[in-house]
């Protein structure tokens, strides 16, 4: 409702956007952003002393790559990891398949296309709204090992992994004078 008040907002950046099977029929970068500002915008006309984070994309590319070959089941000897689970489930969805090179590195040109819109959307809000406080939190790493952080479906975070997203989110959001990096290695 309009008529809330929220003093702080984190919206988190999944690459579901990337998801497709084809470079052609992935969100487009305007649609991406102008869906980003029309709520946002929404938001700080109510109460423009917001505090916003936006936390883009991870590093989903490195994330695929390296969790391919993770075992998840291991069941009457036939052992299934991450790459056939995705397979399964999501098709051949561009991010999840690096064995087509071609496609894998354009989704991930598309990634970094996204993250660098975020930034220039951060930016213009900013501009348009200087009471709000906005950040962005880009390129980040889980500190801890990928294969505790990885759910069932080899994508979405495990309990394990959303709570090392809650971390990593804070360690970068607003209160960095409140814990240092060294506190998270």
Wanted: proline fraction near 4%; include cysteine; glycine fraction near 4%.
């Amino acid at each position: 409702k309009e008529n809330i008040l929220i003093d702080y907002v984190m919206v988190l950046f999944g690459a579901n956007d990337l998801k497709s099977d084809s470079i052609e029929t992935v969100i487009q970068l305007f649609i991406f952003g102008s869906n980003v500002v029309k709520n946002l915008k929404r938001l700080l006309e109510v109460n423009p002393h917001r505090d916003i984070l936006l936390v883009g994309i991870p590093k989903i590319h490195d994330i695929m790559q390296k969790s391919q070959q993770y075992l998840v089941y291991n069941i009457l000897g036939k052992k299934i990891r991450c790459d056939s689970i995705r397979k399964s489930i999501y098709g051949n969805a561009i991010y999840f398949n690096p064995q087509n090179l071609i496609s894998f590195n354009e989704s991930r040109m598309m990634a970094e296309m996204y993250r660098n819109e975020l930034e220039k959307l951060a930016e213009q809000l900013r501009a348009d709204y200087p009471l709000a406080r906005i950040k962005t939190v880009q390129n980040y790493d889980a500190p801890a090992l990928l294969v505790k952080s990885l759910s069932v479906d080899c994508f979405h975070p495990s309990i394990i992994g959303q709570a090392l997203l809650a971390e990593v989110t804070w360690m970068y959001g607003f209160w960095p004078e409140l814990v240092t990096e060294e506190d998270y290695k």
